[in-house]
Every structure is written in structure tokens, then in C-alpha cells.
């Protein structure tokens, strides 16, 4: 790999933890932390207070196991991912802005969150996600198998434009489901990592 250090021998290098894509911390690194980082598959920097080697972890044990390297489109800035074992800042925290290191789904997290406020909110006059969650777990559950049934149905014909509809009817019913169940998209991809052998 070619690498463009600067003028002092240093390349930033962007640390991504590589399941949940989190933006972890940023270090710098010269050719012998690059190198050492390689041998040991433990992320090391260049301190450029203390003017030497540093192994993240080398103090803490919160090491930052190495999982990839890549190079960006000028040769000048390195993306690394690891599976971090323990929070990443110095201050305790998972990653150096105070932020929560967990799975994101995109949207469908944004969802979760909706859904979930609403069935503490318990508004049924303004909610229909509040007013199925009071109807109890049955009538949720019931709700997933009738959208499952419409979405097959869709999925025999030709109009895409209504499978669509009918699985994104069905996603969100399922996500209520899962909540009335007491579970989040996390726990499924818990389960599905399992299986992953």
C-alpha cells in the first residue's frame, strides 16, 4: 500500500469500529506504527505528545483489535476498522465525541424510536401505533400475519409498486411486534450473527 505521510511523517487515520461503522477516534501514524500495527494486529499511533509509539490499550486494555486497512482515493488518509475491546476515549466513553457505540439501522432505528415513544406516549385518539399496542400482543401479532398474507399476495402479481407498499406495511408491523415482545432489531441480529458460522 502507498502511503503519502506529511512533511513531519505522519498520516491521519480515521478509526472505524468495523460492525457497527461508528466513528471511533482519530490518531496519526508514521511508517513504524503503521508496521507495528500490521505485526501485532493491535492499532498503534504515533503520540506526537510524548513523541513516541503508543499501542491504544497499551495502559487501559481497551485495544483496538485490527480488522482492515484502506487507503483513501489520495493516498493521504487511513481508514481502519477494529472490534474495539472497551471504550475507545480516554474519558470513558465508546468513542471520542461521548456518543453510544451501537448497531444503526438507518432508518428502521429512527422507527424503532418512533414507535417506541409512541406506546409510552399511550395517546390512542392521535396514534395508531398507541391504540394497536392497547388492543394487546394478539392483536399485533394478528396485524403481522395479515400484512405477511397481503405481501405474498402482492408478491405473485405484477405490480411492484403495491409489493412495495405491503412490505413496508409489513416491516413496520413487525418491528411493533418485536417491541411488544420486548426485543429490538439488535436481538434478531444477534440471532442471525449465531447462525453465521
Not at 482492515?68 to 474495539?84: A, E, G, M, R
Request: hydrophobic fraction near 35%; charge should be negative.
Amino acid at each position: 500500500m502507498t502511503i503519502k505521510y506529511d512533511d513531519n511523517g505522519l498520516v491521519p487515520a480515521i478509526i472505524q469500529d468495523a460492525t457497527t461503522k461508528t466513528v471511533l477516534m482519530l490518531g496519526y501514524m508514521n511508517e513504524d506504527a503503521y508496521q507495528k500495527t500490521l505485526e501485532t494486529k493491535k492499532v498503534t499511533f504515533f503520540s506526537r505528545s510524548k513523541q513516541r509509539l503508543w499501542t491504544k490499550g497499551e495502559e487501559s486494555g481497551n485495544f483496538l483489535n485490527l480488522v482492515s486497512i484502506k487507503n483513501d482515493c489520495d493516498n493521504d488518509t487511513l481508514l481502519i476498522q477494529v472490534n474495539p475491546a472497551g471504550p475507545t476515549c480516554h474519558k470513558g466513553t465508546d468513542n471520542c465525541w461521548g456518543e453510544e457505540n451501537q448497531s444503526s439501522y438507518g432508518f428502521f432505528s429512527t422507527l424503532e424510536e418512533v414507535i417506541k415513544e409512541r406506546v409510552e406516549n399511550k395517546d390512542t385518539s392521535k396514534s395508531y401505533v398507541a391504540s394497536l399496542f392497547s388492543k394487546g400482543i394478539n392483536k399485533v401479532a394478528q396485524k403481522v400475519g395479515e400484512e405477511a398474507v397481503e405481501t405474498v399476495i402482492e408478491a405473485m402479481d405484477n405490480n411492484d409498486e403495491l409489493f412495495l407498499y405491503e412490505s413496508a406495511d409489513l416491516l413496520f408491523h413487525y418491528l411493533m411486534l418485536l417491541q411488544a415482545k420486548g426485543f429490538t432489531l439488535k436481538d434478531i441480529e444477534t440471532e442471525l450473527k449465531s447462525r453465521h458460522k
